[in-house]
């Protein structure tokens, strides 16, 4: 039987890295990200299924997990960087850290509630991609990293729960996207690692299935 993955984000950046090793092995993708036309130039590339979308919304939760009956592996790469400049916690605008908790915190956790029938049919795995930022102290970084230090501790918490699931909260380190360039300048960003270097070891964690827990990509 054919494994399936559902991947959000998957427009660019270690989404489309990582649906691109996974097309090579042969799995079914469905892909989801808001940026139409480049979800699905992926899509057609890879012969995937493209939902284009944002997690924020009830609806398209509901769609993506329509699209996936039987889910061998659910990757929430969906990520907001939040206000930019990055801003000190002194004078973040509280406004964006609500979206950004909506983003990066509530959006995967309804994604993991609306597939945990087809991931506990399938025995399958969560991957919640995470940062340094959720356990480091850098200046600028303490809204985003307060959302994936969120995110740790659910994805924590729902491994206890959820045995017979992987769930790996994965922090892939510095990678060339257009993420990092928005944070720290494009100069900067070029020199970070190629997301394909990363995608291949997070495929790596996908295939030997070690036990659950946070996992450091580089």
Same mark, same amino acid.
Do not use: C
């Given at each position: 039987?054919?494994?399936?993955?559902?991947?959000?984000?998957? $427009?660019?950046?270690?989404?489309?890295?990582?649906?691109?090793?996974?097309a090579?092995?042969?799995w079914?993708?469905?892909?989801?990200?808001?940026?139409?036309?480049?979800? #699905?130039?992926?899509?057609?590339?890879l012969?995937?299924?493209?939902?284009?979308?944002?997690?924020?919304?009830?609806?398209?939760?509901?769609r993506?997990?329509?699209?996936v009956?039987e889910?061998?592996?659910l990757?929430?790469?969906?990520?907001?960087?939040?206000?930019?400049?990055?801003?000190?916690?002194?004078?973040?605008?509280?406004?964006?850290?609500?979206?950004?908790?909506?983003?990066n915190?509530?959006?995967?956790?309804?994604?993991?509630?609306?597939?945990?029938?087809?991931?506990?049919?399938?025995?399958?795995?969560? %991957?919640?991609?995470?940062s340094?930022?959720?356990? /480091?102290?850098?200046?600028?970084?303490?809204?985003? /990293?307060?959302?994936?230090a969120?995110?740790d501790?659910?994805?924590?918490?729902?491994?206890?729960?959820?045995p017979?699931?992987?769930?790996?909260?994965t922090?892939?380190?510095?990678?060339?996207?257009?993420?990092?360039?928005?944070?720290?300048?494009?100069?900067?960003?070029?020199?970070?690692?190629?997301?394909? #270097? %990363?995608?291949a070891?997070?495929?790596?964690?996908?295939?030997?299935?070690?036990a $659950?827990?946070?996992?450091?990509?580089?």
């Open positions: 039987m054919t494994n399936t993955a559902l991947i959000t984000g998957a $427009s660019r950046g270690l989404g489309l890295a990582l649906a691109r090793s996974l090579e092995a042969g079914r993708l469905v892909l989801t990200a808001r940026g139409v036309n480049e979800l #699905e130039r992926a899509a057609a590339e012969g995937a299924t493209a939902i284009p979308g944002d997690v924020t919304e009830p609806a398209h939760i509901r993506l997990a329509d699209a009956p889910l061998d592996l990757v929430n790469n969906a990520s907001g960087l939040g206000a930019t400049p990055l801003p000190p916690l002194a004078g973040y605008p509280l406004e964006a850290f609500r979206v950004l908790l909506e983003t915190v509530t959006a995967p956790l309804a994604l993991i509630q609306a597939t945990l029938p087809a991931l506990r049919a399938r025995r399958g795995a969560v %991957v919640n991609v995470t340094d930022a959720a356990t /480091g102290a850098y200046e600028g970084w303490g809204g985003y /990293g307060a959302t994936k969120a995110l501790q659910l994805s924590n918490v729902l491994a206890a729960e959820e017979e699931l992987a769930v790996w909260w922090d892939p380190g510095e990678m060339n996207t257009r993420m990092l360039a928005d944070a720290v300048g494009a100069d900067e960003a070029a020199s970070a690692t190629d997301p394909a #270097e %990363v995608a070891a997070l495929h790596g964690l996908v295939r030997t299935r070690p $659950s827990g946070r996992v450091t990509l580089q």
